[in-house]
């Protein structure tokens, strides 16, 4: 669910603020996990936010405050099988046997569906090339995927609930490089944190959109953004 380095900021906090009830500086934070710029400690916090580990809390210099730590985190605090990943139902199980390839995305069940792969969660801060192996099919209508190539992530957090998006709710992503202005897309940050947020352009540069006034809209230069497709439908359940 976390990457090495959020996972290390977020026990560091948390040990911190265990110690000596007070957060850790930025400098501390940068220090700590030896890191090049507070900017990235910056990205891990966010990230830590929009997934409901951390809570900054208002009108308060340094003020965080832990929510909850993983569930694959045991009483004494020791990871348990831990690797990066997209895909949550892998952590402490064992590898999965090879599977076969995915059928296309206009290849049709018996009963006129179409299956696309669910390949896990998606959450910023999470790298989405770690994304190959599938948790399960989902048989969707033929009118939601249309021709291409589709897949489908079960979306954690609640920075896109003014869209409509809520956590729990799967995504279906048609694959892709590009997006338009006011899309909402998978895009990946620096080769390393993906999120679903809506696509926009600032000049030169491109800016990646929270639907809720809560998070910030987040603005990078062009070479640091790939997008890796855009949301064509939306499953509930209830």
Do not use: C
């Not at 609930?161 to 809520?166: R, V």
């Amino acid at each position: 669910m976390l990457t090495r380095k959020q996972l290390e900021l977020l026990m560091f906090i948390n040990e911190r603020l265990k110690e000596t009830g007070v957060p850790p500086s930025f400098d501390e934070m940068k220090e700590a996990l030896d890191l090049a710029s507070k900017s990235g400690i910056h990205r891990l916090i966010t990230a830590l936010e929009e997934r409901g580990f951390i809570r900054r809390l208002p009108n308060r210099a340094r003020a965080l405050e832990v929510v909850r730590l993983p569930d694959s985190l045991t009483p004494s605090g020791q990871r348990r099988g831990f690797s990066p990943s997209v895909i949550e139902g892998s952590l402490g199980k064992p590898s999965p046997a090879p599977r076969p390839a995915p059928r296309a995305a206009n290849e049709s069940d018996n009963g006129g569906s179409i299956s696309v792969p669910v390949m896990g969660k998606i959450a910023a801060g999470v790298p989405i090339s770690a994304i190959e192996h599938q948790t399960r099919m989902l048989a969707l209508p033929p009118d939601m995927v249309g021709s291409g190539e589709h897949y489908a992530l079960e979306v954690e957090g609640d920075s896109m609930i003014e869209a409509g998006i809520f956590d729990g709710d799967t995504a279906v992503i048609k694959k892709g490089e590009t997006a338009n202005a006011g899309d909402i897309v998978v895009a990946l940050v620096d080769d390393e944190e993906a999120t679903l947020k809506r696509f926009r352009r600032k000049g030169a540069s491109i800016a990646l959109e929270a639907a809720n006034p809560a998070y910030e809209t987040r603005i990078f230069g062009p070479d640091r953004v790939r997008v890796q497709g855009r949301l064509v439908g939306l499953i509930r359940r209830y």
